[in-house]
């Protein structure tokens, strides 16, 4: 069972849905959020096919507040709602209203370089936090024209590789909470950001950040949030420190 993170267009899932190995679930129109990802994902378990694609996400919600915690081009937000969906998330996680998927497939746009001119990056919570905690469990379609999505979507669901299932929602969670996606898109990798550069390798493009040295190592700012410092942090890529130690000055 395969869910497509994030809005996809009814195009890509209409070519989807025609192929012959694949199932595509949607949502009722009836149901909203959580409960409308939960019962997709119910209807998806009890279908036999090699491929079953869910066009809803339990963590939809959780995704987007992250995104616009982070969203640089847009007014400071604080972590309220990002907590607020993440508490909702896991309280349907533990009363056993939804369980993840196999798999999440990310559709990303690959860009051709375009001389003096960077891409936009934009923080990407199944790219980030949610892929550093099982990178084989996150899958990236990536491609420059839309009729390309659907061939490039099908060729992805054909290569998915097996890996450790996910750890319980309660730690996905706290991973986003101190996740920061700036250290990624300095180092020039595009683990926490949708855009992938032409001729790149999606997964090879991914890999995690190493943490720098404690002598040269970059401090970055910490926003604050429940589970930081306060004050600073040294950059992961994965976790800001909640200890008041010596990184914190």
Not at 27 to 44: D, T, V
Not at 128 to 143: E, I
Request: one cysteine or more; glycine letters at 8%; proline letters at 9%.
């Amino acid at each position: 069972m395969v869910v497509l993170a994030g809005p996809a267009p009814e195009g890509l899932l209409a070519a989807v849905g025609r192929a012959a190995n694949v199932v595509l679930v949607r949502p009722e129109e009836s149901a909203e959020g959580i409960e409308a990802a939960a019962g997709a994902l119910r209807r998806a378990a009890g279908i036999s096919a090699p491929y079953v694609l869910v066009a809803a996400d339990p963590l939809a919600a959780v995704a987007a507040a992250w995104r616009a915690m982070w969203e640089v081009s847009r007014e400071p937000r604080g972590s309220e709602e990002f907590e607020l969906r993440a508490v909702e998330a896991v309280e349907a996680w533990r009363a056993g209203r939804f369980e993840l998927p196999d798999y999440y497939l990310v559709l990303a746009e690959k860009l051709a370089p375009q001389r003096d001119q960077q891409p936009e990056q934009r923080p990407d919570f199944y790219l980030g936090p949610l892929r550093s905690v099982r990178p084989h469990r996150v899958a990236v379609a990536a491609a420059s024209e839309p009729a390309e999505q659907a061939a490039e979507v099908l060729s992805v669901l054909g290569s998915l590789r097996q890996g450790r299932w996910w750890p319980p929602a309660d730690e996905i969670i706290a991973t986003a909470r101190g996740f920061y996606p700036g250290a990624l898109a300095e180092s020039g990798s595009t683990l926490a950001t949708g855009v992938l550069p032409e001729m790149s390798d999606p997964i090879d493009m991914m890999r995690p950040w190493k943490r720098p040295s404690r002598s040269g190592g970059p401090r970055l700012n910490c926003p604050g949030r429940s589970g930081c410092c306060g004050r600073a942090l040294w950059s992961t890529g994965s976790a800001c420190s909640s200890s008041r130690s010596s990184r914190c000055t």
